[in-house]
């Protein structure tokens, strides 16, 4: 399996784990099952705060992670895993005058990287959710996912295409044609969440039992905070996605940064190397350098 040889790359390595709304730690990859009694704690805390004087006398700390919920967390695993195996036709953005040209709701992820080491475990593993190293999303939004935004959205002027780059990030894009993605993109917590506020009697027809579960037992009570995301379409909320688990290294089909961003990152070639996929691109769009025919390619499942 490939993601055996992925902790067997990284297990003595600490990795820079950082975002916009989350402190730059370093820590290091494993089974989500390994985050199981963080979990449990969480669910605990969470039952308590909220729990009558009545009802605090029947909770129970628990001592380790529950038979349930360890199988709900290998429902997650396995679907990354399959996603990391997945070889399905992947899309070329396409460029025109030199120029990449993205479409209006294409997924999208920035990151704040200072150099080429920091992309490596992203060629390997993708974007995946922050439990994967043990710590537990700090926002409270959507535990055991990935988050990615469809568009942009410019206050006062609705949803526009990406593609504003920030001179500190890096933003993977990625292919919203590929099978898998279709597959995993239709589990979005916040949709879900959506749904189950407006139209419950739809979920059943929606989304399989085992992610029902999955996020009525468990994500939805680690994730409070993302109850509401997608309730009004005007907001920039609307846009944005939590995918359980994460998104293969594969499906990253574009890589936007900045010229100054290069020049700290390092060789052009390299991040070519990391991300076959993708075509690299700067703040205005112009293409680094012209990406090779994707036809009869396929990504290199070997490079571990």
């Given at each position: ?5 992925i902790?067997k ?11 916009k ?12 099952t390994?985050?199981?009694d ?8 969470r039952?308590?705060k ?10 129970k700390k628990?001592v380790?992670i529950?038979?349930?919920h360890?199988l709900l967390l ?9 996603g990391l195996?997945?070889k ?17 709701e294409?997924?999208h ?9 920091e992309?490596?475990s ?13 710590e537990?999303?700090?926002e409270?939004e ?6 990615v935004?469809?568009?942009?959205f ?7 295409p ?6 500190n990030d890096i ?11 279709k ?20 979920l059943?027809?929606?989304?399989p ?5 999955l996020?009525?037992?468990?994500v939805?009570?680690l994730?409070?905070?993302?109850k ?10 609307s ?6 688990g994460?998104?293969p ?6 890589i936007?940064?900045?010229k ?5 990152i ?6 070519q ?6 075509v ?9 350098q ?15």
């Open positions: 399996m490939k993601f055996t040889k902790i790359k990284y297990q003595k390595k600490n990795l820079k784990i950082s975002g709304n989350m402190d730059e730690k370093f820590l290091k990859v494993g089974h989500l390994d985050i199981g963080k979990i449990e704690e969480a669910l605990y805390r039952k308590v909220f729990a009558s004087p009545e009802e605090l006398k029947n909770i628990p380790k529950s038979t349930k360890k290998e429902i997650v695993e396995n679907m990354y895993f399959e195996e997945d399905s036709h992947v899309t070329q953005m396409e460029i025109k005058n030199g120029k990449v040209i993205i479409p209006l294409m997924p992820h920035s990151i704040p990287v200072k150099n080429i080491s992309l490596e992203y060629s390997d593993m993708g974007i995946i959710a922050t439990e994967w190293f043990g537990l999303e700090a409270n959507g535990r055991l996912c990935t988050f935004s469809k568009g942009y410019l206050q006062g002027k609705g949803l526009i990406a593609g504003i780059c920030s001179e933003t993977f894009y990625i292919d919203e044609n590929n099978e898998y993605w597959k995993i993109s239709q589990y979005d917590f916040f949709e879900y969440e959506h749904i189950k506020n407006t139209t419950p009697e739809k059943k027809e929606l989304y039992p085992e992610i029902i579960d996020y009525d037992e468990l939805e009570p994730s409070p905070g993302g509401r995301k997608h309730d009004h379409p005007l907001r920039n909320t846009i944005w996605m939590a995918i359980p994460g998104i290294p594969q499906l990253i089909v574009g936007q940064c900045h100054n961003s290069l020049k700290k390092g060789n052009l070639d390299e991040i190397k990391l991300f076959p996929n993708a690299i691109f700067d703040e205005n769009h112009f293409v680094y012209k990406e090779k025919s994707l036809e009869n390619q396929e990504y290199n499942n070997e490079k571990l």
